[in-house]
């Protein structure tokens, strides 16, 4: 079995699909039909929006990606779909965000998705920042959510900018850092403000359809609107013929986290640490920044958010519409 792998490997340049298993008790779920394992070193760039290469997919086949999370009771709806759906998606989460809610990450980490980063603080500035503020925001974000998982083998080498604004200096860095930078194929834009569920499933729908019937697709696991299109969306794929693939990194990584997490305990080596981001002798490790800040309590990191929390609230009010329907029962826990 080793042999055949190595020759998978060499044939898809780092990239080994593995078909996955089906959906028990649930035989109309639309599943995950595969993996593809990613690998920095021979996929760097991830999006067709941004780049010249994406992720090698068949006809038909869709990788779901969600941003800017955890973000409760909205996270932990979207894994409650997913998992009736045994559907397995790729996660950029915020450091803050993992700050404040560690025990969605390691909810979101046990379920079998894969945990990427997306900044500590989500600035909409890295077109702009010199590389200190860089490195700041990247390694940081890093440790986050790595203390977050308890577990530093845990997190996957993969980091979307946010806002999507990249520039040389920032990919020149992460490549540095053995990081493959994420865009995306395809965006639903169910961060904007008003919209509706039916709205965000049909704006996926047609983009997928547009790009060869393919692709990776931008989601935000911090919005009702999509809590509640992610179960329509997915239905609509399956009726449409289309298999969900997940992204995965290389290396070996713990089967799960503990549920309950010390922080200190978690960074009891203290940082910065050194933490390979794959399985192959010779690979560049990530160097993680320091963390000045590991202890500060939950109730301040709240306080941070309470503009984020705001905006969602004020988005769940709107978007309460007929088209949404007994949908808005989801969110009773």
Same mark, same amino acid.
């Given at each position: ?40 070193? *021979? ?91 860089? @490195? ?48 995306? @194929? ?39 609107? *999509? ?107």
């Amino acid at each position: 079995m080793r042999v055949i792998a190595i020759v998978l490997c060499c044939l898809f340049g780092g990239l080994v699909p593995a078909m996955a298993g089906s959906c028990p008790g649930n035989p109309n779920a639309i599943g995950t039909s595969r993996t593809i394992t990613v690998d920095p070193a *021979t996929l760097p760039q991830i999006g067709s929006m941004q780049y010249r290469t994406t992720l090698p997919l068949n006809d038909h086949e869709v990788v779901i990606t969600f941003d800017d999370g955890p973000l409760p009771p909205y996270t932990y709806n979207i894994l409650d779909t997913l998992a009736a759906e045994c559907v397995k998606v790729t996660y950029f989460l915020v450091g803050r965000q993992a700050n404040a809610y560690p025990e969605a990450v390691r909810r979101i980490y046990n379920a079998g998705h894969s945990v990427g980063t997306h900044s500590q603080n989500h600035p909409l500035t890295f077109n702009q920042m010199a590389l200190p503020r860089i @490195d700041s925001e990247v390694g940081t974000g890093i440790a986050s959510v790595q203390t977050a998982l308890g577990d530093p083998r845990a997190i996957a080498p993969f980091f979307r900018i946010p806002g999507l604004l990249h520039t040389s200096q920032v990919e020149n860095y992460l490549a540095a850092h053995s990081l493959a930078v994420w865009s995306a @194929d395809e965006v639903a834009d169910d961060w904007h403000r008003g919209i509706g569920p039916q709205q965000i499933v049909r704006k996926a729908i047609s983009r997928i359809e547009a790009k060869n019937h393919r692709g990776v697709l931008l989601l935000h696991d911090i919005h009702p609107a *999509t809590a509640m299109a992610l179960p329509i969306l997915l239905r609509e794929l399956k009726a449409k013929g289309y298999r969900i693939v997940q992204a995965v990194p290389a290396g070996e990584r713990p089967k799960s986290v503990p549920e309950n997490v010390d922080p200190a305990m978690a960074n009891a080596s203290g940082w910065p640490r050194m933490v390979m981001t794959g399985g192959h002798k010779g690979q560049r490790p990530v160097r993680v920044a320091a963390v000045h800040h590991r202890h500060v309590a939950a109730h301040r990191v709240r306080e941070r958010n309470a503009d984020i929390t705001a905006s969602i609230a004020t988005k769940k009010t709107k978007t309460k519409t007929a088209e949404s329907g007994a949908g808005w029962m989801l969110f009773r826990r």
